[in-house]
């Protein structure tokens, strides 16, 4: 377990690296959040002490259990607060005796829910929490996740850590974004949904992020905020250090409402906050795909100053297709120059003077096999800032002959990447194949490669237009900072 930060200049050290948990509520009933959260400490091999209370049970899952905080033993650093409303304000008096440092309260039906005697509650909570010094996250969210100090809210969340950090109103986005995100190599250094942000807001979750040496891209989800003037501090702040990529939840009318039923927030009106991310210089995506092609190209590729972009494979169709959708997302497909050519005279003699950008692979016939000398000429040529590559996925040939090719694309692929010449980026379609067409050859033989590409850390997207929506973002990031450092 990571060691916690000695005189710690945030509170959230505590949260993100306690050196005991408490589960209030624990259960050994499935259905019950008390069982789930108890069983991530224990899964993922969380090193310090762990109690859990329940009144009516002596152990819960192997862990001793106690009637009441105060009957805990040790000192806690974290409780995780899975019981009812009715019984918060009670457990924040036992946590003052304990000198609780951080208490999150998963436990919901409070503001959210816009009922007067429920919006009373939280009040008497928030009043509550400030008179004895506790810390609250939450309430009405799933909390911390960070795998170097082994806490988790989730089910196949990865071991290891990364370098994204996430701030998430929501956790159920949360999780889906961790979940969905480690099937295309990505990991994360730390992760909090903060939910109605009673106490610890947005700005505080930020500013921490801004601040720590494991973070160095922040991924966030925002439905409102609590005080304006300081999230644009902190947004600022984080986004001049840091590339931010933001999604702002509840920009539909029937999207704020749920907001409002949600997390209790205030949504606000949408060119407020496409003006606030702009002026902080935050990446606005619109959805997890979005998100999570993002974060891939920062996670790992360099930085990317020019739009300039050689597109090699694909079919005529395919190409044509790349060719303007590269274009409209703001990018240069610039034809292939003498230089280029001439080099291409050696290796491909009968196609040296036909070939374009987009390199057209349905010209090849018996040439197929040298697409990777001629992808290593495109990469080695500063004509180019970055490439993208489109896989033989439509299978054109017998199952042999084809699955042949599109392993010699995909080794070549590595092999650029490894060289580092050249940025490169694949586009290896997953489509949506049921259960049953995973026996089938081709999509068995893609699901291998996408694998083989992402332990690489080559960028992989299903389609050219995420590929290039993504890029079109990450080149305008990094020209934006070549600007305004």
Known sequence: MA????????????????????VVGASDQPLSAGYHFLKHLLDLG????????????DSILGVKSYPGL?????????????????????????CKLKDVKV???????LGETGRPQALELEKQIKVTADQ???????????????PESKLSFGYEMPAEPGNIGVVFQSGGAAGLLVQDSALLGLRFSKVISYGNALQIDESDILDYLSNDAKTGIIAAYFEGIRDGK?????????????????????????????VASHTAAIAGANNIWDTAFAQAGVMQVKDIDEMMDLLCLFDMLPPIEGNRVGIIGGGGGKCIIAADLAEEAGLSVPPLSMEIREKLKDIVPALWDWLGNPVDFSIWGDDAFKAAEVRQVLADNPDFDCLITQMSDDNPMDDEWWTAIIKMEVDSIIS???????????????????YADLQNVRWRTISELRSKLISEKVPTFDTMAEAVRALAKYVNYWERKRYNP
Request: charged share 20%.
């Open 3 to 22: 060691a916690l930060i000695p005189n710690s200049q945030s509170i959230l050290d505590y949260a993100f690296y306690p050196r005991s948990v408490t």
């Open 46 to 57: 969380f090193e310090g002490n762990i109690y859990a209370v329940n009144p009516k049970k």
């Open 70 to 94: 105060k009957n805990v033993p040790g000192e806690v650093d974290l409780v995780i607060c899975c019981v009812s409303t009715d019984r918060v304000l009670p457990l924040l008096n036992e």
């Open 103 to 109: 208490v999150h309260l998963f436990t919901a039906r």
């Open 132 to 146: 004895l010094g506790i810390n609250l996250i939450g309430p009405n969210c799933m909390g911390i996740y960070c």
């Open 230 to 258: 300081k999230f644009m501090r902190s947004l600022k702040a984080v986004a001049q250090k840091k590339p931010v990529i933001a999604i702002k939840g509840g920009r539909s009318k029937s999207g704020i409402r749920a």
């Open 416 to 434: 650029v990447h490894r060289r580092k010449t050249r940025p490169i980026i694949a586009v290896l379609s997953s489509a949506r194949p049921g």
